[in-house]
């Protein structure tokens, strides 16, 4: 079993950033591709960005690209998403997840997820 834990949300000005943090405990942590989603008011949650197991690798939506960076720190378990240059359309709940299958795409254990307000 592996337990997510998100902080880092809160309000902010379009034009800010925010730095979420995902920390992770129970089953290997670096043995896993992480995940960033999202779910704003009304809409489906949605795909923001993953890393590698290794965090040698990753990928960012188009909406995003040049603003959100993900990273992850194995020694802590703790996976990041660096979020700047914040505009009002990215207001949403954010959630961090394992990827429990690379090849199926697949994501499980869910944290509560963090709110994040960015006000024009």
């Known amino acids: 079993q592996v337990q997510l834990v998100e902080s880092g949300g809160g309000l902010v000005q379009a034009g800010g950033s925010l730095r979420l943090s995902c920390a992770a405990s129970?089953?290997?942590?670096?043995?896993?591709?992480m995940g960033w989603f999202r779910q704003a008011p009304g809409k489906e949650r949605e795909f923001v960005a993953r890393t590698s197991r290794t965090g040698g690798s990753s990928y960012v939506v188009d909406s995003v690209k040049g603003r959100f960076t993900i990273s992850r720190d194995t020694a802590k378990n703790t996976v990041y998403l660096q979020m700047n240059s914040l505009k009002p359309e990215d207001t949403a709940v954010f959630y961090c997840?394992?990827?429990?299958?690379?090849?199926?795409?697949?994501?499980?254990?869910w944290g509560q997820g963090t709110q994040v307000t960015v006000s024009s």
């Open positions: 997840a394992v990827r429990v299958s690379a090849i199926d795409d697949e994501y499980a254990y």
């Open positions: 129970g089953r290997t942590f670096s043995s896993y591709g």
